[in-house]
């Protein structure tokens, strides 16, 4: 079974500091891939950021980079230099082959900046 | 990059009444489309998988009867809530994905339904 887990309900930051945001998967295929999403409380789901299993780089995209620890099974997304726009949900999604190009979807995490 | 358009984004109608949502892929081809159920402050819920020119693959627990998919093109996918009742009132949102295998779902704004 896939499963992605995202045990932060809720985090908070300083403007302009730096936060990271946990994502741990489960899976049993070779092949797949990591995703994470942002959601404003507008409700769309902005995709931020891919990282291939295969990948042997850490994924960057900005202001945001995917800590890609596959021992572990973790896919943490940080944030760098946080803005107050940052404040929204934050979903880690995880699609597998096997899955039909399915997605599954963490829990969400919270992220409050603060001025 | 690629567009996918939802509408109506907000919908409140009449218990008993049926609602269509349209979910297009602007500027990219579909086969397969996805429509998720959100919950205030819970993750997406995968409902059904929209296949073009099939029928659609319903997650457990998705009664089909009441949310008809219809996957008539390779840019367009419909869900139609049928005899709609409070309790379906919800956050609807679709996704769509390009061909590739690293790409990403993309998704529409949503659409938040209201039944009276």
């Known amino acids: 079974a896939q499963k992605i887990t995202q045990t932060q309900p809720g985090m908070f930051v300083q403007e302009k500091e730096a936060v990271t945001l946990d994502c741990t998967y489960d899976t049993s295929d070779q092949s797949y891939g990591l995703f994470w999403y942002k959601q404003p409380s507008s409700g769309e789901m902005i995709f931020l950021i891919y990282?291939?299993?295969?990948?042997?780089q850490n994924a960057t995209e900005g202001r945001y980079s995917l800590n890609f620890q596959k021992a572990r099974k973790s896919a943490n997304l940080v944030i760098s230099a946080s803005q107050l726009g940052d404040s929204a949900m934050y979903f880690c999604?995880?699609?597998?082959?096997?899955?039909?190009?399915?997605?599954?979807f963490g829990t969400g995490t919270s992220l409050t900046v603060i001025p | 990059g690629a567009v996918v358009s939802q509408h109506p984004s907000w919908v409140i109608c009449k218990s008993g009444t049926s609602v269509k949502i349209e979910c297009r892929s602007l500027d990219f081809q579909a086969t397969t489309m996805f429509w998720y159920r959100q919950f205030p402050k819970q993750s997406l819920m995968l409902m059904a998988t929209s296949n073009e020119g099939s029928k659609a693959t319903y997650e457990q627990g998705v009664e089909k009867d009441k949310f008809l998919i219809n996957h008539a093109s390779l840019t367009l996918s419909t869900l139609t809530v049928t005899s709609a009742h409070p309790e379906d009132s919800s956050f609807y949102i679709c996704?769509?994905?390009?061909?590739?295998?690293?790409?990403?779902?993309?998704f529409g704004d949503g659409t938040r339904l209201s039944i009276l």
């Open positions: 999604a995880m699609r597998a082959p096997n899955t039909g190009n399915q997605f599954y």
């Open positions: 990282q291939g299993s295969y990948d042997e």
């Open positions: 996704s769509a994905k390009p061909t590739g295998i690293n790409q990403p779902q993309h």
